[in-house]
């Protein structure tokens, strides 16, 4: 049955350290009413088919996008981006990113800023969507049986919706037959069995409608606070408080310092004071967050704490301060150097808080070399004054220069069919890449040599050196540099 699903996908969010979708941001509106956007997504669950995508709302109209990882670039390696086409947009534009297959979301949301009850159907992000006629065997009519559900929020309340088949939202059958629709809000961050709950219910004394705490160890509950509901053909609608959800010690914070919730609307039959679960959407992630764009007006972008890290006869690594408070991103990012133009990267995608581009040059030689760096936020364009950097030809060290290498997280991680793993090396040095399991015990060797300078990248399919796929569970890879050291890192393979 796909109640099976839950526990492994809360499993699997459990492992993550931070939100899986980080760092939206856009340039500002560009000549034309365009704008690029980015975002990154870590997979968390190794997902083989899924769209990311950016929704962006202005004058009323709602805009859905594809975004497309970049590729080539080893800073941007979990970046996705793309530009939306704007028809003469005015104010603000919102927008979010969320990331979709089959049977899993994880989703940002725009904001309900007004409170509106019910929310607008264009302010709701859709979670996963659920089949028609899954329903346990036995269920008392199609109202039992969801179909779908979606999040919204404002900066003091949480919105849920729940769709079913239809039939309406009947909350008893008879006398003794009564019906139970939820919506659960867990915190992996809580490391518990226990979750909160929006219920729209009317079981006489026991459970009126309200947001609960649920201990699912032993199916123990207890009322928090009202909330409200809304019952609209389809849909039903729910609403509560933000303090209240952080009154429970499930949620010390809001939103959790993961970044994200765990969420899934159910519905049960309860006969008798015994309760059955009819129906269960599968579950999907909310980041309570949303992100604007101004359409008028734009603050040009700092530069700043120019280095030039020269290791002589071997590389030159460029490096440069980038700082926008409107947190835009650069669509240009550039460093001119003797004539030829490179393009710079930087691991930190948020911009607001300052960003370090660097680019490693091959050896120019000794001698004096002009340069600059430019940068455009899509509006405006700044660059540095075009200077000169004089290496000393004299400048070559007695002593050997350590080597620097530098090993990345897997991507993805978790994963379930295939990972890729990528180390980079400033000179040429003999390595091995080792997969251990969870033992010590080598699984598989997937690099083993001598390489160049520059960025490397290893995939690894879940296989040990005997071609055999391995169990799920907690792996290690190991970069060791012959006579230079090592570093290890850690993965989960799911299956």
């Known amino acids: 049955m796909k109640f099976a699903v839950i526990p492994m996908i809360i499993l699997a969010a459990s492992a993550l350290l931070a939100a899986p979708i980080e760092n939206v941001t856009s340039s500002t509106l560009m000549s034309g009413d365009s704008a690029i956007f980015n975002l990154d997504f870590i997979d968390p669950f190794g997902i083989p088919l899924y769209d990311v995508i950016l929704k962006a709302k202005t004058s009323g109209a709602v805009h859905s996008v594809v975004l497309n990882q970049i590729e080539g670039e080893p800073q941007y390696l979990t970046t996705f981006q793309n530009s939306v086409q704007f028809e003469n947009p005015t104010g603000t534009i919102e927008y979010y990113g969320r990331v979709e297959s089959d049977t899993l979301v994880a989703t ?179 980041i309570p967050q949303t992100q604007y764009l101004e359409t008028a007006g734009n603050s040009a972008p ?91 030809p004299n400048s070559t060290p007695e002593h050997e220069i350590p080597l620097t290498f530098e090993l990345y997280d897997n991507y993805p991680n978790p994963f379930n069919a295939q990972t890729t793993i990528s180390f980079s090396l400033d000179r040429q040095a003999e390595l091995t890449l080792n997969i251990y399991d969870i033992t010590g015990k080598a699984v598989r060797t997937l690099a083993n040599g001598n390489f160049g300078p520059g960025f490397h990248q290893a995939s690894w399919e879940g296989k040990n050196n005997d071609g055999h796929l391995v169990s799920s569970g907690i792996y290690f890879y190991r970069l060791d540099i012959s006579g230079k050291g090592s570093v290890t890192r850690k993965m989960l393979l799911l299956k």
């Open 302 to 392: 700092l530069l700043g704490d120019i280095a030039f890290d020269i290791v002589p006869n071997i590389t030159v690594n460029a490096a440069i301060d980038y700082h926008d408070s409107e947190d835009n991103l650069p669509v240009l990012r550039q460093l001119f150097f003797d004539g030829d133009v490179f393009n710079l990267g930087s691991f930190d995608h948020s911009y607001d808080d300052t960003a370090r581009f660097t680019h490693l040059l091959t050896w120019p030689g000794a001698g004096e070399h002009y340069y600059y760096f430019r940068f455009s936020d899509g509006g405006d364009t700044v660059q540095t004054t075009l200077d000169t950097l004089l290496i000393d």
């Open 108 to 286: 940002q949301s725009f904001k309900n800023a007004t409170n509106g009850f019910p929310p607008l159907v264009d302010l709701y992000a859709e979670l996963a969507p659920d089949a028609v006629g899954d329903t346990t065997p036995g269920s008392a009519g199609q109202w039992l049986d969801l179909t779908g559900s979606a999040v919204t929020f404002s900066d003091t309340r949480f919105y849920a919706r729940l769709n079913n088949a239809g039939g309406g939202w009947p909350q008893s059958e008879g006398f003794s037959t009564y019906f139970i629709y939820g919506f659960i809000i867990a915190n992996h961050d809580s490391l518990t069995l226990a979750a909160l709950a929006l219920i729209y219910a009317n079981v006489p004394i026991i459970i009126p409608s309200g947001l609960y705490h649920v201990d699912l160890t032993d199916t123990s509950f207890s009322r928090i606070s009202g909330i409200s509901t809304n019952t609209s053909g389809n849909s039903l609608h729910l609403g509560c408080n933000i303090s209240d959800i952080t009154s429970d010690p499930l949620f010390p914070t809001w939103p959790p310092a993961s970044g994200f919730i765990i969420t899934g609307g159910f519905t049960l039959t309860v006969e008798f004071s015994e309760p059955g679960f009819n129906d269960y959407t599968y579950p999907s992630l909310f």
